[in-house]
């Protein structure tokens, strides 16, 4: 039986690994006491928390702090064990450590070597010079080396801004592709946030790739207890921290962590994360963290030993003597990984199976507890109190506030993370596939049922990899081809020299709401694949029918608001829009799914009305696509019946059957500009 008389205080943060602290110790009958900001954080309210302090160490001035913490010293009656829950509370320990060794004992640490280890920057220095593998990153100073770095990078990178700050990262971060992309939120991320950011490579992989070490090492840094896990998912999804993970042995980042902490000289309870790459087959650190880890009651022996009841009885002078792994030991953060899993299964990357078997082997819930209920409670009542004030928030804001962002750089990643998709939809033999094509022979069918004179001028909108610019020029026409990508423009460019029309091709960059022509311009415009990505048609059509000469014609296509696949899916159902747009705000807002990028689809009714508002009057339309048909947006109709349910319904709705002909995914539309004489 250990000596369980010295006190334990804990320099707290809200996340729930001082939850796990307070019970760890607290079921060993050690009394455990906490400072922390916040009265009605969950482990406040544990049965085993002997005594809160109300204190704020990271705003408060340090000298505060110290006479603070020198008075709840003399109130303990005995000196105390001192635990940091953030990297913060380990650097105040490390830099004020001589004032506090009268009131309490604690792991020394020099301060030099913790703010190494909690700097991105400085650890993968000292990484690097020991040996140890990371992910290649800089820490650029100006956009010159960002160029510089991602001409010699591996794509994907992600960017986000050093730890060491005060910020949200996992709010702030983002992956991209490629090089503009890249340069592009490095401009946005460094004007908006005056932030210090960090460039490093993103190792693709599954999240069972992410790697952690949990481990306490004694004053001449042997690990005196040390455990592997894997994260089996993460909050956010695929680069937060673990909300659901397992217990493993791991030989390679044991290995290496311990040889990276002997050769610093390091004491005291660490938690590392590692990713593996295999590209190389190495496992590369990315994140150490010189304090008690949010995960810790994952690495838990079968006797019941973790980090910090490991570094109890080192500092009360105790031997350590840990039991057996438990390798298949799962931990998991109840609402987090509730929230994730929704995320992962919106992604498709998760099934109602998987995520049932994902529990087995579940050992231990980061907030319920069979004994000790009050935390669990107390969690669900923050929520609800988070929640209602979200509500409050959204449903008191002006209607037009709640849907206004910039979405020009999530519409690019789209795209661009899609780039090889459309430049192989007009060739694949998918039931999608087949239906976009179908909606750029209607618009040529159109066009060539106009029998236009030669040299007539057209204008391609959001022309993708250029297949119907190119179409165009064989026809006759002088195409000007426009993309919001500069990529769309280089390939249209690349396919017209294929084609040998180059010269009657003429692709740019541009805005379809800030058309960079001159007044009536064209003799007819094309813009399929656009209207469905616009928050409004009004800024589009109103550009649109400037450039257009008058009795000029415009082919647009635009999603039907009630085609028949909507209607037999109940999460797309027309009637239920309303009920689902307020859905997807809170889901947005709470985190639980990506902002959804601009577009609506249309009635035809109202887009008649829109094209009318702009003089331009509609001539024919052609309803096509039927399909593919979801349920609860999964996709259980094999492509082969697919394609014979879209071709029988195709051919009703081209006979004009009623309601068919009015159920197409898709319209295509062909309009006339208004003379004004």
Same mark, same amino acid.
């Given at each position: 039986?250990?000596?369980?008389?010295?006190?334990?205080?804990?320099?707290?943060?809200?996340?729930?690994?001082?939850?796990? !602290?307070?019970?760890?110790?607290?079921? $060993? +009958? *050690? @009394? %455990?006491?906490?400072?922390?900001?916040?009265? =009605?954080?969950?482990? &406040?309210?544990?049965?085993?928390?002997?005594?809160?302090?109300?204190?704020?160490?990271?705003?408060?001035?340090?000298?505060?702090?110290?006479?603070?913490?020198?008075?709840?010293?003399?109130?303990?009656?005995?000196?105390?064990?001192?635990?940091?829950?953030?990297?913060?509370?380990?650097?105040?320990?490390?830099?004020?450590?001589?004032?506090?060794?009268?009131?309490?004992?604690?792991?020394?640490?020099?301060?030099?070597?913790?703010?190494?280890?909690?700097?991105?920057?400085? !650890?993968?220095?000292?990484?690097?010079? $020991? +040996? *140890? @593998? %990371?992910?290649?990153?800089?820490?650029?100073? =100006?956009?010159?080396? &960002?160029?510089?770095?991602?001409?010699?990078?591996?794509?994907?990178?992600?960017?986000?801004?050093?730890?060491?700050?005060?910020?949200?990262?996992?709010?702030?971060?983002?992956?991209?592709?490629?090089?503009?992309?890249?340069?592009?939120?490095?401009?946005?991320?460094?004007?908006?946030?005056?932030?210090?950011?960090?460039?490093?490579?993103?190792?693709?992989?599954?999240?069972?790739?992410?790697?952690?070490?949990?481990?306490?090492?004694?004053?001449?840094?042997?690990?005196?207890?040390?455990?592997?896990?894997?994260?089996?998912?993460?909050?956010?999804?695929?680069?937060?921290?673990?909300?659901?993970?397992?217990?493993?042995?791991?030989?390679?980042?044991?290995?290496?962590?311990?040889?990276?902490?002997?050769?610093?000289?390091?004491?005291?309870?660490?938690?590392?994360?590692?990713?593996?790459?295999?590209?190389?087959?190495?496992?590369?650190?990315?994140?150490?963290?010189?304090?008690?880890?949010?995960?810790?009651?994952?690495?838990?022996?079968?006797?019941?030993?973790?980090?910090?009841?490991?570094?109890?009885?080192?500092?009360?002078?105790?031997?350590?003597?840990?039991?057996?792994?438990?390798?298949?030991?799962?931990?998991?953060?109840?609402?987090?990984?509730?929230?994730?899993?929704?995320?992962?299964?919106?992604?498709?990357?998760?099934?109602?199976?998987?995520?049932?078997?994902?529990?087995?082997?579940?050992?231990?819930?980061?907030?319920?507890?069979?004994?000790?209920?009050?935390?669990?409670?107390?969690?669900?009542?923050?929520?609800?109190?988070?929640?209602?004030?979200?509500?409050?928030?959204?449903?008191?804001?002006?209607?037009?506030?709640?849907?206004?962002?910039?979405?020009?750089?999530?519409?690019?990643?789209?795209?661009?993370?899609?780039?090889?998709?459309?430049?192989?939809?007009?060739?694949?033999?998918?039931?999608?596939?087949?239906?976009?094509?179908?909606?750029?022979?209607?618009?040529?069918?159109?066009?060539?049922?106009?029998?236009?004179?030669?040299?007539?001028?057209?204008?391609?909108?959001?022309?993708?990899?250029?297949?119907?610019?190119?179409?165009?020029?064989?026809?006759?026409?002088?195409?000007?081809?426009?993309?919001?990508?500069?990529?769309?423009?280089?390939?249209?460019?690349?396919?017209?020299?294929?084609?040998?029309?180059?010269?009657?091709?003429?692709?740019?960059?541009?805005?379809?709401?800030?058309?960079?022509?001159?007044?009536?311009?064209?003799?007819?415009?094309?813009?399929?694949?656009?209207?469905?990505?616009?928050?409004?048609?009004?800024?589009?059509?109103?550009?649109?029918?400037?450039?257009?000469?008058?009795?000029?014609?415009?082919?647009?296509?635009?999603?039907?608001?009630?085609?028949?696949?909507?209607?037999?899916?109940?999460?797309?159902?027309?009637?239920?829009?309303?009920?689902?747009?307020?859905?997807?705000?809170?889901?947005?807002?709470?985190?639980?799914?990506?902002?959804?990028?601009?577009?609506?689809?249309?009635?035809?009714?109202?887009?008649?009305?829109?094209?009318?508002?702009?003089?331009?009057?509609?001539?024919?339309?052609?309803?096509?696509?039927?399909?593919?048909?979801?349920?609860?947006?999964?996709?259980?109709?094999?492509?082969?019946?697919?394609?014979?349910?879209?071709?029988?319904?195709?051919?009703?709705?081209?006979?004009?059957?009623?309601?068919?002909?009015?159920?197409?995914?898709?319209?295509?539309?062909?309009?006339?500009?208004?003379?004004?004489?």
């Amino acid at each position: 039986m250990p000596n369980i008389s010295t006190p334990v205080l804990l320099l707290s943060s809200g996340h729930h690994g001082a939850l796990g !602290m307070v019970r760890s110790l607290g079921r $060993l +009958g *050690i @009394s %455990v006491y906490v400072v922390g900001a916040d009265s =009605s954080a969950p482990h &406040v309210r544990s049965k085993y928390c002997r005594g809160a302090f109300l204190w704020d160490i990271d705003a408060a001035p340090a000298a505060d702090s110290l006479e603070y913490l020198a008075g709840i010293g003399r109130q303990l009656g005995r000196t105390a064990i001192l635990m940091g829950t953030s990297n913060s509370a380990a650097l105040f320990l490390a830099t004020h450590g001589s004032e506090l060794r009268s009131s309490f004992t604690f792991s020394r640490q020099s301060p030099g070597l913790v703010r190494s280890l909690t700097s991105k920057k400085e !650890m993968s220095a000292l990484a690097t010079s $020991l +040996g *140890i @593998s %990371v992910p290649i990153a800089i820490f650029p100073e =100006s956009r010159q080396d &960002v160029e510089e770095f991602a001409q010699t990078a591996r794509f994907p990178i992600i960017l986000k801004p050093v730890e060491d700050q005060q910020v949200n990262t996992a709010r702030h971060k983002v992956i991209v592709t490629q090089e503009q992309e890249l340069l592009e939120n490095y401009e946005l991320m460094q004007s908006r946030e005056r932030l210090n950011l960090l460039c490093q490579e993103f190792i693709p992989g599954p999240e069972e790739a992410n790697w952690m070490f949990n481990g306490y090492f004694d004053r001449n840094s042997e690990c005196l207890f040390g455990l592997t896990g894997r994260k089996i998912r993460q909050n956010p999804p695929y680069a937060g921290i673990a909300s659901l993970a397992t217990c493993l042995p791991n030989e390679c980042v044991a290995d290496a962590t311990l040889r990276f902490m002997k050769a610093i000289g390091y004491q005291g309870i660490l938690d590392v994360g590692y990713r593996y790459d295999a590209r190389d087959g190495l496992y590369k650190v990315f994140d150490v963290n010189p304090r008690v880890g949010c995960t810790f009651r994952l690495f838990v022996s079968d006797d019941g030993m973790d980090v910090v009841r490991a570094q109890y009885l080192d500092l009360t002078g105790q031997a350590v003597i840990s039991g057996r792994s438990t390798p298949g030991r799962k931990w998991v953060v109840e609402d987090l990984d509730l929230a994730s899993a929704f995320r992962y299964w919106r992604n498709g990357d998760l099934t109602a199976g998987d995520w049932v078997r994902s529990f087995r082997g579940l050992r231990e819930a980061a907030f319920f507890a069979r004994d000790d209920l009050r935390p669990a409670i107390s969690r669900c009542a923050n929520n609800a109190v988070e929640l209602f004030g979200r509500l409050k928030k959204l449903f008191l804001k002006p209607a037009s506030a709640r849907f206004t962002a910039s979405v020009n750089t999530p519409l690019r990643q789209f795209f661009r993370s899609s780039f090889s998709y459309w430049g192989e939809v007009y060739e694949r033999k998918d039931l999608y596939s087949r239906i976009y094509q179908e909606r750029r022979i209607t618009a040529a069918r159109f066009i060539d049922e106009l029998h236009l004179p030669a040299e007539s001028t057209a204008l391609d909108m959001g022309c993708g990899p250029g297949f119907t610019s190119v179409a165009l020029a064989r026809s006759g026409f002088t195409v000007h081809a426009m993309d919001f990508l500069p990529e769309m423009a280089a390939a249209t460019r690349s396919l017209g020299i294929e084609e040998n029309v180059h010269k009657r091709v003429n692709a740019s960059v541009g805005d379809v709401c800030r058309l960079p022509f001159r007044t009536a311009a064209f003799d007819v415009i094309v813009v399929l694949g656009i209207t469905e990505w616009l928050a409004s048609l009004d800024e589009f059509l109103n550009e649109t029918a400037r450039v257009l000469k008058p009795d000029g014609y415009l082919v647009v296509a635009f999603n039907n608001k009630w085609g028949l696949q909507l209607w037999l899916d109940p999460i797309c159902n027309p009637l239920l829009g309303p009920l689902r747009r307020k859905t997807r705000i809170l889901l947005e807002r709470w985190g639980l799914r990506k902002p959804r990028l601009p577009g609506s689809p249309y009635s035809l009714r109202s887009f008649r009305r829109h094209l009318s508002n702009y003089k331009l009057s509609q001539l024919h339309v052609r309803g096509l696509g039927f399909g593919p048909f979801t349920f609860l947006l999964r996709n259980y109709v094999p492509d082969k019946i697919g394609h014979k349910l879209n071709a029988a319904l195709q051919g009703l709705a081209d006979k004009d059957l009623p309601f068919v002909r009015s159920t197409g995914r898709i319209y295509v539309a062909l309009a006339r500009k208004l003379n004004a004489n």
